[in-house]
């Protein structure tokens, strides 16, 4: 059975660290590390809610029958996460993307695969059990299949069964932004974009208050909740707004999958009954805690170090202590298997 459905793009993460950007210039360039990963948006999300200790979660993907989709498929099957949704598709070519991390620390994508494209509304439905009560869609603006009236009918088929809803914008290359979305806008609980995202899907606005009454504007009913890497987050709803300060970050490795690390705390923390507020807090501590090290989900937390992260680290926030509470005895309660998460 599965309380949160994830889908979205299913990867394997080539990443090489340490790239000079002349690399084009120049006949051979060594890079200091080199990994490989399953990665994308919503598998990025399903492996850190796996870790914060929610198994019943499922993810629903495509990937080829060929060497990277079966990475995929070995690696999450090893780590114990339900793959029961993701489709192997004779037609497919599982996505590829190499990662190069610039001394910086900044990263950038050359990618090949169809096999994102190939999500139906029909793959997620068909995975969706009498006990779900969240639907997440990662990366959706590089999902063909899932946009338009397509994301509109999964959402309307999701209220109609009192599941709640998110997406994660990412980004356009086709250049349409908000009409991609705009219809299933008023059948979106948390919408989920970057700084740069928000601005383009606004036709260009850049104060925050602005862009949530551009969504209010166009029958946004939900949540929104802006990422702002360093100047942490912001988060607006039908009632108010706040700033959540960052966390601060001591050493800057690699920025992949800092922004899935942010979203899968913040989920975690409604699925749990906490406020929109105290889950921005947790999303920017985990969202600080995926940079420190290469990989997208190899330095997010699980909940006892999102906790000590949280106590140590965080910026002094009226929420701070009793969210720590809150946190300690779901902690609690997992050990002793009081409740299931």
Request: aromatic letters at 10%.
């Amino acid at each position: 059975m599965a309380k949160v459905v994830c889908a979205g793009h299913a990867t394997c993460d080539l990443l090489f660290r340490g790239i000079n950007k002349s690399l084009f210039d120049m006949d051979t360039v060594y890079a200091h590390d080199a990994l490989v990963f399953p990665g994308g948006d919503a598998l990025n999300t399903t492996v850190n809610l796996h870790k914060l200790g929610l198994r019943n979660v499922k993810y629903v993907s495509t990937v080829g029958n060929d060497i990277y989709g079966n990475y995929i498929l070995s690696y999450l099957d090893e780590m114990g996460i339900d793959i029961s949704g993701i489709s192997v598709k004779e037609e497919c070519s599982t996505q590829v993307s190499v990662v190069l991390v610039d001394s910086n620390s900044e990263r950038h994508f050359i990618c090949h695969g169809n096999s994102a494209q190939n999500i139906t509304v029909e793959d997620i439905i068909s995975q969706i059990d009498s006990d779900t009560k969240h639907l997440h869609i990662g990366s959706l603006m590089t999902l063909n299949g899932l946009e338009y009236e397509n994301l509109l009918s999964l959402f309307k088929f999701a209220h109609n069964n009192n599941i709640t809803t998110s997406f994660d914008v990412t980004y356009d290359p086709t250049g349409i932004w908000f009409g991609r979305i705009c219809d299933a806008l008023p059948y979106t609980d948390y919408l989920f974009a970057s700084f740069l995202e928000a601005k383009e899907v606004s036709h260009g606005l850049e104060a925050p208050d602005k862009i949530a009454n551009f969504f209010y504007s166009n029958q946004f009913k939900g949540t929104f909740v802006l990422k702002l890497d360093k100047r942490g987050c912001f988060i607006a709803n039908r009632d108010q707004t706040c700033n959540i300060p960052a966390c601060e970050v001591l050493s800057v490795v690699d920025t992949t999958g800092a922004g899935d690390a942010f979203v899968s705390a913040f989920l975690f923390g409604i699925i749990n009954g906490l406020s929109d507020e105290e889950s921005g807090i947790l999303g920017n501590v985990n969202g600080a805690l995926a940079i420190t090290k290469l990989g997208a989900t190899s330095s997010t937390a699980n909940l006892q170090n999102l906790v000590s992260t949280l106590q140590k680290d965080y910026t002094v926030h009226p929420l701070k202590n009793k969210l720590i509470e809150k946190m300690e005895m779901l902690a609690f309660d997992r050990t002793n298997n009081a409740i299931q998460v």
